[in-house]
């Protein structure tokens, strides 16, 4: 049976989150993970987009989407997203995971398939402003409604933001 089709409309991020089978690791060493990176670089300048996924027996069914209101739940989605491997157990701190967008954002850490979206530009008016600003945002705690309002978007394919926006985008679809 064919799955439900996904809406992403041009212009709004989008959330994606693809696991393994079994939740079992998707990657088995950092030479797996950077070819995957490198194909996932290569789709998104060949599409003008974030990301190409595949689908296939090394992932648990299809990859879940969630398109993301900017003003009010981008930062705090990529907070979410950022510690994740923290709230997995697989690192104490987000700079320790080394496949994650937080060095980068958090100590300016140059990574190839990163750039700085225009609300993390506008937290400060300085890099180094930037990067301080996230650290803290980083070490706040997210909310647990929030939290699980971002999971059970991720989950289900809803958008993730206000009523209004949500309304905004059935619109789109319609």
Known sequence: MPGRA?????GYPI??????NNRQAIFTSDADLAAYAHWLAEGAERFCCCG??????????RFKTCIVQE??????????????????GLVKDPGDYHWSSYRSQAFGV?????SPHYLYRDLAKTE???QQ???ALI???LDIEVLAKARHSANTGLVLGTESFREQVQRLRN
């Open 6 to 10: 996904r809406f992403c409309s041009a």
């Open 15 to 20: 959330h994606v989150i693809q696991r393994g």
């Open 52 to 61: 190409s996924w595949r689908n296939g027996t090394l992932f648990e069914g």
């Open 71 to 88: 003003n009010r739940y981008l930062l705090t989605c990529l907070r979410y997203i950022e510690l994740n491997p923290v709230r997995a």
């Open 110 to 114: 140059r990574a190839g398939l990163w």
């Open 128 to 130: 180094q402003q930037r």
């Open 133 to 135: 600003t996230w650290r």
């Open 139 to 141: 070490n706040e705690t």
